[in-house]
């Protein structure tokens, strides 16, 4: 991608009302665009980060057995009467909306509802579980207070996964892994030391629900971690009764601010028993189905990673995340040729490249560089082709070092 046609400029600075310094960074570098307050437009680069974060995630459901689906985001409200849910106090964040030919539908908050219905269609036997299904997309929510920027939206990406089992056994089982695939998302993300297993309110069919708490001062939630454990405890179950319980010491957990990256919970029967999910067990006696739901916020993640790991000079991506391997940049006219050639050497070895070829200063470009955040940085300048070397930095380290083109090929 040559960046001088790369849809979404660089900017000096931050739209007034934006409080955020996750959006704040992200529509100065050109990655979101702020609609309105929490609803963020995504631009090519934030779109770039966005499909990797979630591309690591559709891996790792998939190796735990997970199908990919689509549900709508039209919901129809006689399912969610059926689980007390369209009045829902909980739930009072729903953006609702009138029928031209009559009747009221819901934007889609979540699907436990509309998912549990649909597969009143597919399920019937013990041979059809378990299953787990799961999707990626928008949910609607009409938060109170939009202010953490891409952590809190009112429109805001989700990917959610539901489990369908036959017994409680057979639900810990997936239960088990799905917080292992948890674990192996956030690795892989490049933010696993920082985002700790979190013990948090269960519900009414599990003593305690698991969420996936990323530190970062941005954060809403305040979380006690225990660092030697690796584990940590949201301050609304904190209490010395289950401290005791899971065997954590006060004197060693710290307390500090995070935000929920994922969750993981337990659902027992409750919706699919008002909404009739049954299956006939081996006697062909009718069982309600054990589900358990699983989500993760990917628009929540671009906002919490690229706040917490920017630094002065701007945005700085894991390497798995960033929206393009390599930036490429030209440094004066003369070079233009010798860059073009590295460009497509490096795409042809597989790189994704952003090739700075605008007509701009090298302080400029190098601004515009770190501000971006592009985990490698290539330079090709004039002094560097006269020794045949190009300029190779690390964006999160800053290191650098002058390198063959057949080294750069490697990076
Ligand atoms: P929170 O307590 O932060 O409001 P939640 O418990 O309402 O989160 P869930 O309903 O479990 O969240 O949604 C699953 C995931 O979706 C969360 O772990 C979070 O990463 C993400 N998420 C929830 N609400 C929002 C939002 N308003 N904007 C962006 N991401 C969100
Ligand atoms: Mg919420």
Redesign the pocket.
Known sequence: MRQSKLLGKTRKEAPKDEEARNAQLLIRAGYVHKEMAGAYAFLPLGWNVIKKIEQIIREEMDAVGGQEMHLTALQNKASWEASNRWDDQVLDVWFKTQLQAGGEVGLAT?HEEPLTNLLTDHIASHRDLPTYAYQIQT?F?N?LRAKSG?????E?R?K?LYSFSKTEEEHQEFYEKAKQAYKNVFDRLGIGERTYLTFASGGSFAEFSH?FQMVTEAG??TIYVDEEKGIAINEEVYNDEVLEKLGLKKENLKEVKA?????I?SLGTRFSLPLKLMYKDEAGEPQPVVMGSY???S???IGAISEALADEKGLSWPRAISPFDIHLIQLQDEVKEDAESLYNKLTEKGYSVLLDDRDKSAGEKFADSDLIGISKRVVVGKRGIENGTYEVTDRSTGETADMKEEDVCQI
């Open positions: 979540t949910k929510r938060e891409l952590l809190r939206g009112r805001f989700m959610d969420e809403e939630d935000t929920e990256v994922g969750n919970f989500g993760i916020g628009s929540r993640l």
